[in-house]
């Protein structure tokens, strides 16, 4: 299984960005997949996830401003972010749940600042 995680930037705030993350492998439509965030100097942090049936959850303090959504089609979970906050400045990660493991895509940079 491999995460393939794209769409960040540079974006100044209030601004939006919508992130993908692509995953190979037939395990995708069956599991959950998540993104989790990390600043400088903090711990990774969960945004947010969806499970393979369309139900989602995330974090409080993105609530409102970010959406998950998947594509089984495309085998793709997207991450819209709405009302960027400069202390949403993080390398953004997606994972995948399987039953022995979690496997991590690569980091995709998100610099909320004017």
């Known amino acids: 299984v491999q995460l393939q995680a794209s769409g960040g930037g540079l974006v100044q705030p209030g601004g939006s960005l919508r992130l993908s993350c692509v995953v190979s492998?037939?395990?995708?439509?069956?599991?959950?997949v998540g993104w989790y965030r990390q600043a400088p100097g903090k711990q990774r942090e969960f945004v947010a996830r969806?499970?393979?049936?369309?139900?989602?959850t995330s974090a409080d303090s993105v609530k409102g401003r970010f959406t998950i959504s998947r594509d089984n089609a495309k085998n793709t979970v997207y991450l819209q972010m709405n009302s960027l906050k400069p202390e949403d400045t993080a390398v953004y990660y997606c994972?995948?749940?399987?039953?022995?493991?979690?496997?991590w895509g690569q980091g995709t940079q998100v610099t909320v600042s004017s």
């Open positions: 994972n995948l749940e399987s039953v022995s493991r979690v496997y």
């Open positions: 969806i499970t393979s049936g369309g139900s989602a």
């Open positions: 492998g037939s395990i995708f439509t069956i599991r959950p």
